[in-house]
């Protein structure tokens, strides 16, 4: 019975659209994840792996209740293994989070880019506010320009005389 960390030699059994079914012993097989395939990102498992490849994996995970054994490529590597395993003691001693379950509804949206030119701290408020202030009646005058050159186009080119 393998355990959490074994390194392990396995050939791929079956590959499916999450991951790859890997055979570590004669009697236990175990789940490569699709995350778990690379470093790199994988978008399908059957460019990386195909059915009968002699493998090396390690065990990341068992679940005994249901028997079931994760396996990881890229955490074969000691290091790599080491930090996987603070950072997953990390998120266990956090406790319960205060935001929202991932099954719950509700998505944060996205903060803005926001493009704000940078401002030298020596230049006059007054300055600045007249700059921001040209810049607004110009544009302003662009549009009304747009709307009336609009406007002419849809009266066939000629204004219609008013009746006195």
Known sequence: ????????NGSVVKILPVGALVQVSENQTGLLHISQVSKSYVTNVSDFLK?????????ININHAENKTYLSIPLVDDEAFEAYKTDR?????????SKPSSNSSFKPRPKPQRNK?????????ATVFEQRMSR?????KEKLQDLQRNREKKQGGRKKPRFK
Do not use: N
Request: proline residues 12%.
């Open 1 to 8: 019975m393998p355990k959490i960390g074994d390194i392990m």
């Open 51 to 59: 059915v009968g490849d002699s493998i090396t994996v390690r065990v």
């Open 89 to 97: 003691q990390k998120k266990e001693t956090k406790g319960p989070s």
């Open 117 to 125: 030119p940078i401002k030298p701290k020596d230049e006059d408020p």
């Open 136 to 140: 607004f009646l110009k544009d302003s």
